[in-house]
């Protein structure tokens, strides 16, 4: 088994900045791709970023130049800066990753952390 803890959620006012962070623990032999995903009320989740584990990365169109993705592959940790935050980046941010350990791969979803942009 594999938890993904996510921490760095809040309330910001747009145009501000958060951090999200998420951290790994448990059977990891290794780690494939990470990626942040959100879901605002009423809609679907959906694709923010991902960072393979060689470090290439990719954007949903609406946060790129805003949001950069990286990961700490000592420490198991997927990273989300947050810039320029608008009030339609609302929404619960949730984690995940597809593990192996070492036997088979599968995936991981942390539990999710708030963020809400408003003035």
């Known amino acids: 088994q594999v938890q993904l803890v996510e921490s760095g959620g809040g309330l910001v006012q747009p145009g501000g900045s958060l951090r999200l962070s998420c951290a790994a623990s448990g059977s990891i032999f290794s780690i494939a791709d990470m990626g942040w995903y959100r879901q605002a009320p009423g809609k679907q989740r959906e694709l923010v970023a991902a960072?393979?584990?060689?470090?290439?990365?990719n954007y949903r169109d609406s946060v790129k130049g805003r949001f950069s993705i990286s990961r700490d592959n000592a420490k198991n940790t997927v990273y989300l800066q947050m810039n320029g935050l608008r009030p339609e980046d609302t929404a619960v941010y949730y984690c995940q990753g597809r593990f192996s350990n070492g036997i088979m791969w599968r995936d991981y979803w942390g539990q999710g952390t708030q963020v809400t942009v408003s003035s």
């Open positions: 960072i393979t584990s060689g470090g290439t990365t």
